[in-house]
């Protein structure tokens, strides 16, 4: 059963970067997700096809009228029943990989991308079920939240990776961060490969990356690791880690 994407957004042309190449495009091709697009503008009924006009109260900006995007939602859920209406925005749940499972888990969402300074609230109230963020930061449109959350979760859905366990070794899976990665050649003016990755002890390699995962998340993300907890094994390799590195 793919998992379905509605978006609804002004610049559906923006959308090509997830359906022309790589893991998305590919996943999208092979129908492991689907993507479909609906333009607010399509549902306008006036001569000028218009989907903004200018805040009550004043101040800067459009804001994007209620009724185009009610018409466009009330379509997009008629073609997608399952779905549920998320709207991107600095307002909503900051998502993180967790985050990304949980989305991943289900069989569809509508997207909703806005413009100008966002949309009469009266639509968020009561046509939108989620409303997400992905980073406290102000952006011009939707359309890129909503791809970076397609490709987060895109690339969860099995087959969607060449090789099933790339995905459980990105980083921020199990919440910690990434080990550093090294191809050939083996020496270079940079400096050499950890010997441990050129020789074939599958079990010493397994335990140098984890020692390194935990070691950077400790270093750079300790947030993470509170929040994560670490069993006997993982305390042993992270104090490895410490120990090594010590100043
Ligand atoms: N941090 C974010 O996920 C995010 C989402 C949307 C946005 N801008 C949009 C919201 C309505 C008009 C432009 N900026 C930032």
Known sequence: ??????????????????????????????????????NPRDFTHDVHRTVDDR??????????????????IQAARAAAPQSRVAYLSPQGRVLDQ?????????PGWILLAGRYEGVDERLIESHVDEEWSIGDYVLSGGELPAMVVMD??????????????SARQDSHMDGLLDCPHYTRPERIEEGSVPSVLIG??????KRWRLRQALGRTWQRRPDLLKRRGL???ERTLLDEFILAHRE
């Open 98 to 106: 967790a985050a990304m499972l949980e989305i991943a888990a289900c």
């Open 55 to 72: 805040p009550y109260g004043g101040g800067p900006g459009m804001v994007m009228k209620v009724e185009p995007l009610r018409e466009a």
């Open 1 to 38: 059963m793919p998992t379905r994407f509605d978006v609804i957004t002004l610049f559906p042309d923006l959308f090509r970067i997830l359906l022309d190449q790589g893991v998305t495009g590919r996943a999208l091709a092979r129908g492991l997700a689907e993507l479909h697009l609906w």
């Open 200 to 205: 074939g002890d599958h079990a010493a390699i």
């Open 152 to 165: 987060a979760v895109i690339r969860l859905l099995p087959g969607a990776l060449g090789h099933a366990d």
């Open 231 to 233: 069993s006997e094994a």
